[in-house]
């Protein structure tokens, strides 16, 4: 299975602010348990990390799949996208 490929991570804030929004709401989907993200009228994925309560530092990234090539929304703990970070300088 391919790795998602990111295109681009913005905080919360820069978000928000580059789609006109002033929230987003976090919901979960009673059938599934599986979350999601609602900002305005339409809705982006949530990491499954959100629901285990290790989600400290979120962003949202959008990312693509390659299996599909579908490109969406992904709230996710920074630094998650690919190695874990060690050390910053």
Do not use: D
Request: glycine share 8%; hydrophobic share 35%.
């Amino acid at each position: 299975m391919e790795k998602l490929k990111f295109v681009e991570t913005l905080t919360i804030e820069e978000f928000k602010a580059k789609n006109g929004v002033e929230k987003l709401e976090v919901k979960q989907n009673p059938q599934t348990g599986k979350c999601f993200f609602v900002y305005g009228c339409e809705t982006g994925a949530v990491s499954e990390r959100f629901i285990l309560g290790e989600i400290t530092t979120p962003v949202i990234s959008q990312v693509c799949s390659p299996a599909t090539g579908e490109m969406f929304y992904l709230l996710h703990q920074k630094g998650e996208e690919g190695a874990p970070t060690l050390a910053v300088f």
